[in-house]
């Protein structure tokens, strides 16, 4: 089955650097690849996703990149803000449609 | 904004006992699931469900487990002897689509087990 691996566990930078979060995936077949924020007490949101027909997608701050090849995908938040400060959840659509979620990545953005 | 709601937001249980988690997906949505988080761990897939069957479900969801959509709306997860491992956020989860159209997922039950 799908495992998907996330990097780093946490993450802290200053306000309005860059931040960059890692995952790998393993099933080659998997198609669809959503980034999700949780803050604390509460269940997880959306913030990007991305299919496997494409390689890069951008929301304002917030980017995606997939490498179809390599099976890694990436977030990027740009010009970090204090309330960006989340754990941040990669995952992996399995084969029916069952997010195989990575261990997430605790950011911290410092003022 | 359409959201899938669950309650309740808390349940305290004693070891043994059985615990009902209630969901309403979003009312268009044809897929639904549960998941849980264990404190300070990552969110893992419990049973995802279609058609009013179980369409998948990993190694945690055991016989101890059940899942039913009773009127339409409504989507519960039963725990039928609870067991102090259960504690858990549990998350609701709907997709309108097959299966990854619409993701949303609800803001969870605190389940402890004492």
């Known amino acids: 089955g799908e495992n998907v691996e996330q990097h780093p566990s946490t993450l802290s930078v200053q306000e309005g650097d860059s931040a960059v979060i890692k995952c790998t995936y393993s099933d080659s077949a998997s198609n669809y690849f959503p980034w999700y924020k949780q803050e604390l007490g509460k269940g997880p949101q959306l913030i990007i996703d991305i299919r496997s027909n494409v390689g890069e997608k951008k929301d304002q701050r917030i980017a995606v990149t997939l490498n179809k090849t390599a099976k890694h995908f990436s977030l990027h938040i740009t010009e970090t803000q204090p309330e960006d400060s989340a754990v941040y959840f990669c995952a992996g659509a399995g084969s029916q449609g069952n997010l195989i979620f990575g261990k997430g990545t605790k950011l911290s953005v410092k003022p | 904004e359409p959201e899938v709601t669950q309650t309740p937001s808390h349940q305290v249980t004693q070891m043994g006992q059985e615990v009902i988690l209630r969901c309403v997906p979003i009312?268009?949505?044809?897929?639904f699931y549960w998941y849980r988080q264990i404190l300070g761990q990552k969110v893992e897939f419990l049973v995802s469900f279609y058609n009013n069957e179980i369409s998948e479900k990993s190694e945690i969801f055991d016989d101890q487990f059940s899942v039913e959509r009773p009127d339409g709306s409504n989507f519960t997860l039963k725990i039928r002897s609870t067991k102090l491992e259960d504690s858990a956020m549990y998350f609701c989860?709907?997709?309108?689509?097959?299966?990854?159209?619409?993701?949303?997922f609800g803001s969870g039950t605190r389940l402890t087990v004492v």
């Open positions: 989860a709907s997709s309108e689509g097959s299966p990854n159209y619409g993701y949303t």
């Open positions: 009312s268009n949505h044809l897929y």
